[in-house]
Protein backbone atom coordinates (compact mmCIF):
# COMPACT_ATOMS: atom_id res chain seq x y z
CA UNK A 1 0.00 0.00 0.00
CA UNK A 2 1.13 3.62 -0.69
CA UNK A 3 -0.07 4.91 2.47
CA UNK A 4 -0.07 2.44 5.68
CA UNK A 5 -1.63 5.51 7.40
CA UNK A 6 -5.04 5.97 5.24
CA UNK A 7 -5.32 2.35 6.69
CA UNK A 8 -7.89 1.12 9.04
CA UNK A 9 -6.19 -0.77 12.01
CA UNK A 10 -7.49 -3.78 13.26
CA UNK A 11 -5.09 -4.63 16.57
CA UNK A 12 -5.42 -8.07 18.29
CA UNK A 13 -4.63 -7.86 21.95
CA UNK A 14 -3.73 -9.71 24.17
CA UNK A 15 -4.18 -8.85 28.75
CA UNK A 16 -1.84 -6.94 30.43
CA UNK A 17 0.13 -9.73 31.35
CA UNK A 18 1.31 -10.54 27.95
CA UNK A 19 2.38 -14.26 28.99
CA UNK A 20 2.48 -17.04 26.52
CA UNK A 21 -0.80 -18.11 25.53
CA UNK A 22 -1.77 -13.89 25.51
CA UNK A 23 1.34 -13.68 22.95
CA UNK A 24 0.82 -16.54 20.92
CA UNK A 25 -3.35 -16.20 20.79
CA UNK A 26 -2.44 -12.57 19.53
CA UNK A 27 -0.40 -13.38 16.93
CA UNK A 28 -2.30 -16.60 15.51
CA UNK A 29 -6.13 -15.03 15.41
CA UNK A 30 -4.21 -11.52 14.15
CA UNK A 31 -2.44 -13.94 11.30
CA UNK A 32 -6.47 -16.12 11.00
CA UNK A 33 -7.81 -12.38 10.64
CA UNK A 34 -5.32 -11.42 7.82
CA UNK A 35 -5.74 -14.69 5.82
CA UNK A 36 -9.86 -14.97 6.10
CA UNK A 37 -10.69 -10.78 6.21
CA UNK A 38 -7.73 -8.70 5.12
CA UNK A 39 -8.66 -5.87 2.34
CA UNK A 40 -6.96 -3.67 0.66
CA UNK A 41 -7.93 -0.85 3.56
CA UNK A 42 -7.61 -3.33 6.52
CA UNK A 43 -3.89 -3.38 8.31
CA UNK A 44 -4.29 -6.25 10.70
CA UNK A 45 -1.79 -6.16 13.86
CA UNK A 46 -1.17 -8.24 17.23
CA UNK A 47 -0.23 -6.35 19.70
CA UNK A 48 1.82 -7.18 22.56
CA UNK A 49 0.07 -5.45 25.66
CA UNK A 50 3.58 -4.44 27.35
CA UNK A 51 6.21 -2.44 26.80
CA UNK A 52 8.96 -4.08 24.53
CA UNK A 53 11.49 -3.73 27.13
CA UNK A 54 9.47 -5.63 29.37
CA UNK A 55 9.70 -8.83 26.89
CA UNK A 56 13.04 -9.79 28.41
CA UNK A 57 10.81 -10.56 31.47
CA UNK A 58 8.87 -13.11 29.91
CA UNK A 59 11.49 -15.67 29.77
CA UNK A 60 8.95 -18.59 28.75
CA UNK A 61 8.20 -16.42 26.05
CA UNK A 62 11.50 -15.26 24.84
CA UNK A 63 12.42 -18.84 24.66
CA UNK A 64 9.38 -20.19 22.70
CA UNK A 65 10.03 -17.70 20.22
CA UNK A 66 13.58 -18.73 19.23
CA UNK A 67 12.30 -21.89 19.18
CA UNK A 68 9.76 -21.37 16.82
CA UNK A 69 12.50 -19.25 14.67
CA UNK A 70 10.25 -15.76 15.17
CA UNK A 71 12.70 -12.94 14.84
CA UNK A 72 11.45 -10.80 17.96
CA UNK A 73 12.14 -7.31 15.89
CA UNK A 74 8.86 -8.30 14.36
CA UNK A 75 6.50 -8.04 17.26
CA UNK A 76 4.88 -4.88 18.02
CA UNK A 77 4.60 -3.83 21.38
CA UNK A 78 2.10 -1.23 23.02
CA UNK A 79 4.93 1.58 23.56
CA UNK A 80 5.01 1.03 19.64
CA UNK A 81 1.22 2.07 18.53
CA UNK A 82 -0.76 5.04 19.74
CA UNK A 83 -4.56 3.14 20.05
CA UNK A 84 -5.90 6.07 21.49
CA UNK A 85 -4.85 7.86 18.36
CA UNK A 86 -6.64 5.43 16.26
CA UNK A 87 -9.16 5.86 17.75
CA UNK A 88 -9.91 9.04 17.89
CA UNK A 89 -9.02 9.38 13.87
CA UNK A 90 -12.38 6.24 13.84
CA UNK A 91 -9.64 4.01 12.38
CA UNK A 92 -8.85 1.60 15.25
CA UNK A 93 -11.13 -2.00 15.62
CA UNK A 94 -9.66 -4.19 18.51
CA UNK A 95 -10.46 -7.97 18.79
CA UNK A 96 -9.35 -9.02 22.63
CA UNK A 97 -7.76 -12.40 22.97
CA UNK A 98 -7.31 -13.74 26.40
CA UNK A 99 -9.24 -11.48 28.44
CA UNK A 100 -12.73 -10.17 27.62
CA UNK A 101 -13.03 -6.52 29.27
CA UNK A 102 -10.75 -3.82 29.33
CA UNK A 103 -8.72 -2.64 32.40
CA UNK A 104 -10.16 0.97 33.86
CA UNK A 105 -7.15 2.49 32.07
CA UNK A 106 -8.03 1.28 28.52
CA UNK A 107 -11.63 2.31 29.02
CA UNK A 108 -11.72 5.06 26.40
CA UNK A 109 -10.96 1.95 23.78
CA UNK A 110 -14.18 0.03 24.64
CA UNK A 111 -16.38 1.56 21.34
CA UNK A 112 -13.36 0.13 18.87
CA UNK A 113 -13.62 -3.83 20.67
CA UNK A 114 -15.41 -5.81 17.33
CA UNK A 115 -14.72 -9.36 18.91
CA UNK A 116 -13.45 -10.73 21.69
CA UNK A 117 -11.79 -14.60 22.49
CA UNK A 118 -11.22 -15.52 25.89
CA UNK A 119 -11.29 -18.10 28.80
CA UNK A 120 -11.83 -16.51 31.93
CA UNK A 121 -14.96 -15.66 33.64
CA UNK A 122 -17.50 -14.12 31.36
CA UNK A 123 -17.70 -10.36 32.52
CA UNK A 124 -18.72 -8.83 28.96
CA UNK A 125 -22.43 -9.18 27.55
CA UNK A 126 -22.30 -10.05 23.44
CA UNK A 127 -24.15 -7.55 20.71
CA UNK A 128 -24.79 -7.30 17.34
CA UNK A 129 -21.40 -5.42 16.92
CA UNK A 130 -19.15 -7.50 19.51
CA UNK A 131 -19.51 -11.36 19.45
CA UNK A 132 -18.38 -13.09 22.43
CA UNK A 133 -16.44 -16.38 22.72
CA UNK A 134 -15.95 -17.16 26.53
CA UNK A 135 -15.14 -21.03 27.71
CA UNK A 136 -13.62 -21.77 30.24
CA UNK A 137 -10.82 -24.17 28.69
CA UNK A 138 -7.34 -24.60 30.09
CA UNK A 139 -5.64 -21.92 27.20
CA UNK A 140 -6.83 -19.82 24.97
CA UNK A 141 -4.73 -21.00 22.33
CA UNK A 142 -7.12 -23.35 22.46
CA UNK A 143 -9.91 -21.92 20.89
CA UNK A 144 -7.65 -20.24 18.59
CA UNK A 145 -6.46 -23.47 17.46
CA UNK A 146 -10.57 -24.67 16.90
CA UNK A 147 -11.44 -21.43 14.93
CA UNK A 148 -8.54 -21.76 12.80
CA UNK A 149 -9.06 -25.55 11.97
CA UNK A 150 -12.68 -25.38 12.13
CA UNK A 151 -12.62 -21.94 9.25
CA UNK A 152 -9.73 -21.64 7.68
CA UNK A 153 -7.25 -25.70 8.08
CA UNK A 154 -5.30 -24.50 5.16
CA UNK A 155 -3.19 -21.73 7.20
CA UNK A 156 -1.85 -24.11 9.61
CA UNK A 157 2.03 -24.83 8.94
CA UNK A 158 4.83 -26.28 10.91
CA UNK A 159 5.11 -23.19 12.57
CA UNK A 160 2.16 -21.60 13.12
CA UNK A 161 1.34 -25.32 14.52
CA UNK A 162 3.93 -25.43 17.18
CA UNK A 163 3.31 -21.96 18.51
CA UNK A 164 0.00 -23.28 19.67
CA UNK A 165 0.51 -26.72 20.53
CA UNK A 166 3.54 -25.33 22.85
CA UNK A 167 1.70 -23.09 24.40
CA UNK A 168 -1.41 -25.20 25.33
CA UNK A 169 1.05 -27.82 26.51
CA UNK A 170 2.22 -25.54 29.12
CA UNK A 171 -0.79 -23.83 30.15
CA UNK A 172 -2.27 -27.16 30.65
CA UNK A 173 0.70 -28.60 32.89
CA UNK A 174 2.07 -30.58 30.18
CA UNK A 175 -1.96 -32.33 29.98
CA UNK A 176 -2.06 -33.37 33.45
CA UNK A 177 -5.53 -34.09 34.85
CA UNK A 178 -4.16 -33.52 38.61
CA UNK A 179 -3.03 -30.42 37.82
CA UNK A 180 -6.86 -29.03 37.31
CA UNK A 181 -6.39 -27.05 34.04
CA UNK A 182 -6.84 -29.48 31.11
CA UNK A 183 -10.45 -29.71 29.80
CA UNK A 184 -11.45 -32.42 27.28
CA UNK A 185 -11.16 -29.67 24.25
CA UNK A 186 -7.72 -28.54 25.55
CA UNK A 187 -7.10 -32.37 25.07
CA UNK A 188 -8.78 -32.93 21.93
CA UNK A 189 -6.81 -29.77 19.66
CA UNK A 190 -3.75 -30.82 21.51
CA UNK A 191 -3.96 -34.51 19.82
CA UNK A 192 -5.60 -32.24 16.47
CA UNK A 193 -2.48 -30.85 16.34
CA UNK A 194 -0.04 -33.85 16.92
CA UNK A 195 -2.20 -36.26 14.14
CA UNK A 196 -1.92 -32.54 11.34
CA UNK A 197 1.88 -32.35 12.27
CA UNK A 198 3.61 -35.83 13.61
CA UNK A 199 7.44 -33.46 13.76
CA UNK A 200 6.05 -31.92 16.66
CA UNK A 201 8.37 -32.56 19.94
CA UNK A 202 7.21 -34.66 22.59
CA UNK A 203 4.80 -32.85 24.92
CA UNK A 204 6.85 -34.28 27.92
CA UNK A 205 10.20 -32.97 26.41
CA UNK A 206 8.83 -29.32 25.37
CA UNK A 207 6.61 -28.68 28.83
CA UNK A 208 10.06 -29.23 30.87
CA UNK A 209 12.05 -26.72 28.68
CA UNK A 210 9.25 -24.59 28.79
CA UNK A 211 8.56 -24.87 32.53
CA UNK A 212 12.41 -24.50 33.23
CA UNK A 213 12.60 -21.05 31.23
CA UNK A 214 9.14 -19.85 33.04
CA UNK A 215 10.68 -20.48 36.29
CA UNK A 216 13.49 -18.84 35.69
CA UNK A 217 13.75 -15.86 37.73
CA UNK A 218 17.56 -15.37 38.54
CA UNK A 219 18.72 -12.16 37.68
CA UNK A 220 15.38 -10.79 38.22
CA UNK A 221 14.90 -7.74 41.66
CA UNK A 222 11.89 -7.75 43.23
CA UNK A 223 10.40 -5.22 41.10
CA UNK A 224 10.69 -7.24 38.03
CA UNK A 225 9.59 -10.57 39.37
CA UNK A 226 6.70 -8.75 40.74
CA UNK A 227 5.49 -7.49 37.18
CA UNK A 228 7.13 -10.40 35.49
CA UNK A 229 3.47 -12.26 35.67
CA UNK A 230 1.24 -9.68 36.96
CA UNK A 231 -2.64 -8.36 36.64
CA UNK A 232 -4.41 -5.65 38.55
CA UNK A 233 -7.67 -5.29 39.40
CA UNK A 234 -9.39 -1.94 40.71
CA UNK A 235 -11.96 -0.55 42.67
CA UNK A 236 -11.84 0.20 45.94
CA UNK A 237 -8.59 -1.07 46.23
CA UNK A 238 -6.21 -1.14 43.20
CA UNK A 239 -4.67 -3.98 44.07
CA UNK A 240 -1.84 -6.21 42.00
CA UNK A 241 -2.19 -10.06 41.60
CA UNK A 242 1.02 -11.16 40.38
CA UNK A 243 1.91 -14.52 40.06
CA UNK A 244 6.29 -15.42 41.36
CA UNK A 245 8.30 -18.10 41.02
CA UNK A 246 9.62 -18.66 43.98
CA UNK A 247 7.90 -20.74 46.95
CA UNK A 248 6.53 -18.97 49.93
CA UNK A 249 9.74 -19.59 52.32
CA UNK A 250 12.29 -18.10 49.78
CA UNK A 251 9.58 -15.27 49.54
CA UNK A 252 9.87 -14.80 53.17
CA UNK A 253 13.33 -14.99 53.34
CA UNK A 254 14.08 -12.20 51.31
CA UNK A 255 15.53 -9.62 53.93
CA UNK A 256 14.65 -6.53 52.51
CA UNK A 257 11.14 -7.26 51.42
CA UNK A 258 9.02 -5.13 52.36
CA UNK A 259 11.18 -2.20 51.49
CA UNK A 260 10.71 -3.68 48.02
CA UNK A 261 7.16 -3.88 48.42
CA UNK A 262 6.77 -0.66 50.19
CA UNK A 263 8.72 0.51 47.21
CA UNK A 264 6.72 -0.79 44.01
CA UNK A 265 3.55 0.29 45.74
CA UNK A 266 4.30 3.39 46.15
CA UNK A 267 6.02 3.61 42.60
CA UNK A 268 3.02 1.68 40.44
CA UNK A 269 -0.28 3.29 42.86
CA UNK A 270 -1.82 -0.15 44.42
CA UNK A 271 -3.06 -0.22 47.76
CA UNK A 272 -2.62 -3.89 47.61
CA UNK A 273 -0.65 -6.72 46.85
CA UNK A 274 -1.79 -10.34 46.73
CA UNK A 275 1.28 -12.53 45.48
CA UNK A 276 0.65 -15.88 44.62
CA UNK A 277 3.63 -17.92 44.79
CA UNK A 278 4.13 -20.83 42.42
CA UNK A 279 6.86 -24.19 42.59
CA UNK A 280 6.40 -27.54 42.44
CA UNK A 281 7.46 -30.57 43.67
CA UNK A 282 9.04 -33.56 42.05
CA UNK A 283 6.17 -35.00 40.43
CA UNK A 284 5.35 -31.71 38.32
CA UNK A 285 1.98 -31.19 40.90
CA UNK A 286 1.67 -27.12 41.41
CA UNK A 287 2.32 -25.88 44.90
CA UNK A 288 0.42 -22.41 45.08
CA UNK A 289 0.91 -20.32 48.29
CA UNK A 290 -0.30 -16.47 49.35
CA UNK A 291 1.16 -13.51 50.44
CA UNK A 292 -1.26 -10.10 51.44
CA UNK A 293 0.90 -6.92 51.59
CA UNK A 294 -0.66 -3.46 52.67
CA UNK A 295 0.20 -1.25 54.62
CA UNK A 296 -3.68 -0.59 55.86
CA UNK A 297 -3.88 -3.43 58.44
CA UNK A 298 -7.78 -3.04 57.54
CA UNK A 299 -7.38 -4.02 53.93
CA UNK A 300 -4.73 -6.55 55.12
CA UNK A 301 -7.12 -7.93 57.16
CA UNK A 302 -10.49 -7.96 55.23
CA UNK A 303 -9.36 -9.24 51.92
CA UNK A 304 -7.34 -12.21 53.74
CA UNK A 305 -10.57 -13.13 55.77
CA UNK A 306 -12.99 -12.64 52.85
CA UNK A 307 -10.14 -15.38 50.55
CA UNK A 308 -10.22 -17.94 53.25
CA UNK A 309 -14.26 -17.79 53.59
CA UNK A 310 -14.29 -17.98 50.03
CA UNK A 311 -16.36 -21.02 48.09
CA UNK A 312 -16.20 -20.57 44.91
CA UNK A 313 -13.55 -22.01 44.77
CA UNK A 314 -12.43 -22.95 48.22
CA UNK A 315 -8.74 -21.72 48.52
CA UNK A 316 -8.33 -23.60 51.81
CA UNK A 317 -5.88 -20.89 52.97
CA UNK A 318 -4.24 -21.59 56.35
CA UNK A 319 -2.07 -19.20 57.79
CA UNK A 320 1.66 -19.75 57.43
CA UNK A 321 4.51 -18.31 59.37
CA UNK A 322 5.78 -14.66 58.80
CA UNK A 323 7.57 -12.24 60.04
CA UNK A 324 6.93 -8.85 58.32
CA UNK A 325 4.18 -7.16 60.27
CA UNK A 326 2.97 -5.50 56.43
CA UNK A 327 2.24 -9.00 54.99
CA UNK A 328 -0.07 -12.00 56.10
CA UNK A 329 1.15 -15.66 54.80
CA UNK A 330 -1.08 -18.28 53.62
CA UNK A 331 -0.68 -21.89 52.69
CA UNK A 332 -3.31 -22.98 49.79
CA UNK A 333 -4.93 -26.23 50.41
CA UNK A 334 -6.20 -26.35 46.81
CA UNK A 335 -3.76 -25.94 44.81
CA UNK A 336 -5.63 -26.60 41.89
CA UNK A 337 -7.17 -22.82 42.37
CA UNK A 338 -5.00 -20.70 39.50
CA UNK A 339 -4.47 -17.06 39.29
CA UNK A 340 -7.34 -17.35 36.95
CA UNK A 341 -9.60 -18.47 39.56
CA UNK A 342 -8.45 -16.11 42.19
CA UNK A 343 -8.89 -13.01 39.95
CA UNK A 344 -13.14 -13.28 40.66
CA UNK A 345 -12.75 -13.69 44.21
CA UNK A 346 -11.11 -10.65 44.09
CA UNK A 347 -13.36 -9.02 42.12
CA UNK A 348 -16.12 -9.90 44.06
CA UNK A 349 -14.64 -8.66 47.17
CA UNK A 350 -14.22 -5.11 45.71
CA UNK A 351 -17.88 -5.21 44.11
CA UNK A 352 -18.84 -6.09 47.67
CA UNK A 353 -16.49 -3.07 49.40
CA UNK A 354 -17.61 -0.46 46.81
CA UNK A 355 -21.19 -1.37 48.14
CA UNK A 356 -21.24 -1.77 51.83
CA UNK A 357 -18.28 0.70 52.20
CA UNK A 358 -16.72 -2.20 54.22
CA UNK A 359 -12.98 -0.89 53.72
CA UNK A 360 -13.18 2.10 56.05
CA UNK A 361 -11.05 4.95 56.28
CA UNK A 362 -7.33 3.78 55.14
CA UNK A 363 -4.56 3.85 57.66
CA UNK A 364 -1.84 6.28 57.64
CA UNK A 365 0.91 4.83 55.60
CA UNK A 366 4.44 4.94 56.94
CA UNK A 367 7.10 7.08 55.26
CA UNK A 368 7.70 4.73 52.21
CA UNK A 369 11.31 4.26 51.05
CA UNK A 370 13.27 5.39 47.98
CA UNK A 371 12.73 2.94 44.69
CA UNK A 372 16.13 0.97 45.06
CA UNK A 373 18.40 1.94 42.51
CA UNK A 374 18.44 -1.51 40.93
CA UNK A 375 14.93 -1.42 40.18
CA UNK A 376 13.61 -1.95 36.69
CA UNK A 377 12.72 1.68 35.63
CA UNK A 378 13.23 5.43 36.69
CA UNK A 379 9.47 6.92 36.49
CA UNK A 380 6.82 6.27 34.44
CA UNK A 381 7.69 4.86 31.32
CA UNK A 382 4.83 6.96 29.30
CA UNK A 383 5.85 10.02 31.02
CA UNK A 384 7.08 11.22 27.67
CA UNK A 385 3.73 9.79 26.01
CA UNK A 386 3.26 7.10 23.26
CA UNK A 387 5.88 7.24 20.32
CA UNK A 388 4.02 7.21 17.00
CA UNK A 389 4.17 4.38 14.53
CA UNK A 390 5.41 5.77 11.20
CA UNK A 391 4.86 4.29 7.38
CA UNK A 392 8.30 3.51 7.37
CA UNK A 393 7.93 1.74 10.60
CA UNK A 394 4.26 -0.37 10.16
CA UNK A 395 6.03 -1.09 6.15
CA UNK A 396 9.27 -2.86 8.08
CA UNK A 397 6.80 -4.58 10.29
CA UNK A 398 5.48 -6.29 7.25
CA UNK A 399 8.39 -7.38 5.90
CA UNK A 400 9.29 -11.47 6.45
CA UNK A 401 12.44 -12.05 8.16
CA UNK A 402 15.52 -12.92 6.00
CA UNK A 403 15.45 -16.72 5.22
CA UNK A 404 17.39 -19.02 7.72
CA UNK A 405 19.06 -22.06 6.42
CA UNK A 406 18.53 -23.98 10.14
CA UNK A 407 14.65 -22.68 10.02
CA UNK A 408 12.26 -26.18 9.77
CA UNK A 409 9.33 -23.99 9.58
CA UNK A 410 7.58 -21.74 7.08
CA UNK A 411 8.24 -17.99 7.83
CA UNK A 412 4.97 -17.10 6.76
CA UNK A 413 3.25 -16.45 10.49
CA UNK A 414 6.69 -14.42 11.52
CA UNK A 415 5.32 -12.37 8.40
CA UNK A 416 1.81 -13.05 8.15
CA UNK A 417 0.25 -10.88 10.96
CA UNK A 418 2.42 -7.35 10.16
CA UNK A 419 1.65 -7.53 6.42
CA UNK A 420 -1.58 -6.17 4.14
CA UNK A 421 -2.24 -6.89 0.56
CA UNK A 422 -0.94 -4.94 -1.92
Known sequence: KDNYLQSYVHVVLGNEACDVDSMVSAMAFAYFLFKVRSRDDLLVLPLMNIRQSDLALRSDSVFLLRRAALPQHLLLFRDQLDLRALRRAGRLRLSLVDHNVLPSSDADLEGAVVEVLDHHQAERTPSPTCPVTVEMVGSCATLVTERIIKVAPQILDQQLAFLLYATVVLDCVNMAAAAGKVTPKDSCYVAELEARFPSLPPRGALFQELQKAKLDVSGLNMEQM????????????????????????????????????????????????????????????????????????????????????????????SPAPCLHPLISAFHQGNALASRKKLLPLVQDFLRECDGAGCLGDAEEEPAVPPTPTNSLVDGCPLDGGLPRITAEELRGKSKPPAESTDDPSPPDLAAGPHQTQS
Open 226 to 317: LIKDMKAVSGSLNVAVPVIYLSLEELLQRAELEAELSAFCHKSGFDLLLMMTMSFTEREEPIRELAVFSHSSTCREQVSSYLQRAQSPALGL
